[in-house]
Structures are given as structure tokens and as C-alpha cells.
């Protein structure tokens, strides 16, 4: 039995480095740093959108638009038109790591919005934590 | 501790399962009532007791259809665990989705498995067949900063009692180290103490159980990578449960 524990041990081991690299290798060149993580969580209706200040709509149903693309430093306000809470975060579901920040950490109630401001280049996707079949996309262009 | 360990010697595992997950639900009862989870109590209460009520009579019909005497505390735990990562939400809306997934999760144990011991965790086979089939998912809305104060208090003496530390540290700090900032607010500890350290789905070797906890985090930590779908953790441990069953002693 210890012969096998060190062989399944060193398969384990292998895997994990080799997995790291992997990781840590598709990380490294990517956006430029994010410094902006402005989160709002109310009920109040949302102002006039303009090029600066997207809508995005939650139906119960899902995200209206489905796809957005931006550019670096907008800020995308999510609306809640549903009956049930709408809890916007990053992928991957439950634990919202690809952009870090971008996570409500509660449910908006209908009528709430949630906001947040993208600074990262790149193409993030998110979904609905309490419904997270309901997602959508934000295409952050420089 | 001597109090702690007299009392762990007094009662079964699947007992003090029963009274963690109990105590977890209460709290997520409570915290949601004082707005400090944003739930609605009353939908966490009525999916809940739903759930566990149908894993309960489900479990009953299959141990009566296959002539095994089902395990009393394992069919009320299933329903525990599901009423703490499904919804919560409105109970009517959701009516098939919560019927569902905790028959799924009985059907499992007798369906899918050797020697009358069940292959996968029934909860998180559940909801992975619930989500490829119905398109529902698990929110796994208990893993909150609110909670992890009740959820490490209660895993660390589970642990204890059922001596799997090295399984549920293993897991924690192999995916931590890519992910450190998920620790609180994210569903990973009440994963790794509760629904990795099931005792007939993890290894029974000591060193083999680290190994499997390190294998489920660098499994899910592909998933995550590689998947865009919305059930890579239960997905992970359903993969760990195979591994584990080919490691697991005759």
C-alpha cells in the first residue's frame, strides 16, 4: 500500500505543477491592472445612459443584452425588471475569482441595480449568483 | 477539549452532520431575518423543509423498491445540504426544480452504486443532473463572510470526529494557493468540511484522503479554467468520487 500512496502521490504532485504552470503561464501578458471597482447596490432607478454608462437588464429570464462590448472605463449598470433577487458576479460560479471585485456580494431586490466599472481589458463573463444558469458577457476594449 | 472529545464520543458522525448542518440552517434562518444575509427567510424555511421532507419519503420509496433499510440521518442530511445551496428562492416558481433534484439525489445512492455503497455524493450528483438537465443550477448561497464563522466552528469539530483534517486541508490550501481571496465569501468551506469529507465517498487511507483533497482542488481549478459552465465545484467532486473509489481499499 505505501507503494501505491507515493505513486498516486506522485502523480498528484506532478499534476499540480504541471497545472500550476499551466495556470500561472496563461496569466501572465493580459490587461493592463484594474484600479476601479465602483460598486453601487440601490433601488433608486437608474439615470439617462450615456457612452460612459451602459444598462443592462435582468428579467428573470436573463441578461438583456446578452453581450456588451465597452470601452475601458465604463461603467455597466445591471437593473433588476424581475421578481427574484439579482446577484451579478464574475465567473466562475460560486467562487467569482476572473475579476476580482466584480461581484454585487448581495442580491438586488426588483427595481435594484448594481453597478460596476470596468478598467481591465478583456472578456468577462458573469451570471446571476442565486440563478447561475442567467449570464451574459462584457467585452472590455482599451 | 476533553468535553468536546467525550461529547464527539457520544455520539454517531451522521448525528453530529445532522446537528451542524441543523445549526447552519438555523443561522441562515436568523441572519437572513435580521437582513444581514440578504434572503428571504420564509423562502429558505419553505424550500428547506421541502427539500428535506422529499428526500426523506423519496429515500423511503427506493429503500423500499431495492429491500435496503435506509439510513435515517443520511436521507435528512442530503435534504440539509440541498436546502443550503439551492435557491434560496420563491418556493411555487421553483416547484420542479426543487422536486426534482432531491429525488435525483436518493435515486443516486440506489442506482449508481458497488457493493450497495454509493459511488457519488448525492447531493452533488443532484444538482449537476438537475443543472445538464433542467438548466438549474446550485447557487451554493451559503458560502458567505457572514457565515463562515458558524461554518468553521462546526466543520472544525466535525473534522475532528471524523478525523479527515488532512482530506479537508489538503483541498483548502491547494486551491487557496490560486485563489486566496475566496476563502470567506465563497461556498469552499462549507465544500471541503461537509460534502468532500463524506466517509463512504472519500478514501479510507489516511494518505490517500490528502492526496484526494488536493486532487479535487487542482480538478476543480481546471473546471474553472477550461469550463464556462456553472457547476464546475459539484462537477469536481463527482470526478474526486471516482478517483476515490478506484484508491478506496476492498
Known amino acids: ?142 | 477539549m476533553r468535553f468536546i472529545d467525550d461529547f464527539l464520543n457520544g455520539i454517531t458522525m451522521y448525528r453530529l452532520m445532522l446537528y451542524y448542518l441543523s445549526l447552519l440552517f438555523g443561522v441562515a434562518v436568523i441572519l437572513s431575518f435580521l437582513q444581514i444575509l440578504p434572503y428571504n427567510p420564509t423562502d429558505i424555511l419553505v424550500s428547506g423543509f421541502y427539500l428535506v421532507f422529499l428526500c426523506y419519503l423519496s429515500n423511503q420509496v427506493f429503500g423500499h423498491l431495492f429491500k435496503i433499510k435506509p439510513n435515517y440521518e443520511s436521507q435528512l442530511i442530503s435534504g440539509l445540504i440541498l436546502g443550503l445551496i439551492i435557491g434560496p428562492f420563491p418556493f411555487l416558481p421553483n416547484l420542479l426544480f426543487l422536486t426534482v433534484t432531491p429525488i435525483l439525489a436518493m435515486a443516486s445512492k440506489y442506482v449508481i452504486n458497488i457493493k450497495k455503497q454509493h459511488i457519488f455524493n448525492p447531493a452533488a450528483f443532484a444538482v449537476v443532473a438537475s443543472a445538464i438537465f433542467l438548466g438549474r443550477g446550485a447557487s451554493w448561497w451559503i458560502g458567505s463572510t457572514a457565515m463562515a464563522p458558524f461554518i468553521i466552528f462546526g466543520g472544525v469539530i466535525l473534522l475532528r470526529k471524523i478525523r479527515r483534517f488532512n482530506l479537508s486541508l489538503g483541498f483548502l490550501i491547494a486551491y487557496l494557493l490560486f485563489y486566496p481571496k475566496t476563502f470567506l465569501a465563497s461556498p469552499i468551506l462549507f465544500f471541503s468540511f461537509v460534502m468532500l469529507t463524506e466517509p463512504l465517498t472519500s478514501p479510507t487511507d489516511k494518505n490517500l484522503r490528502t492526496y484526494y483533497g488536493i486532487f479535487t482542488a487542482l480538478v476543480l481549478i481546471l473546471f474553472q479554467k477550461l469550463f464556462s459552465v456553472s457547476y464546475t465545484l459539484e462537477l469536481s467532486l463527482l470526478v474526486a468520487n471516482i478517483f476515490g473509489r478506484l484508491v478506496r481499499h476492498k
Open chain 1, 1 to 142: 500500500m505505501e507503494t501505491k500512496n507515493i505513486l498516486i502521490g506522485g502523480v498528484v504532485l506532478l499534476l499540480v505543477i504541471g497545472g500550476g504552470y499551466w495556470l500561472l503561464k496563461g496569466q501572465t501578458g493580459t490587461t493592463q491592472p484594474s484600479n476601479s471597482t465602483a460598486i453601487t447596490n440601490t433601488q433608486n432607478p437608474t439615470s439617462e445612459p450615456n457612452k460612459n454608462n451602459l444598462t443592462v437588464e435582468y428579467s428573470g429570464q436573463g441578461f438583456s443584452p446578452n453581450s456588451i462590448t465597452v470601452k475601458s472605463g465604463t461603467t455597466v449598470t445591471w437593473v433588476n425588471k424581475g421578481s427574484d433577487l439579482m446577484w451579478v458576479a464574475s465567473t466562475p460560479h460560486p467562487v467569482h475569482t476572473d475579476l476580482p471585485g466584480f461581484d454585487a456580494l448581495k442580491g438586488a431586490p426588483a427595481g435594484g441595480t448594481y453597478s460596476f466599472t470596468f478598467a481591465k481589458v478583456g472578456k468577462w463573463s458573469y451570471h446571476n449568483h442565486l440563478a447561475p444558469d442567467k449570464n451574459g458577457e462584457v467585452v472590455v476594449e482599451q
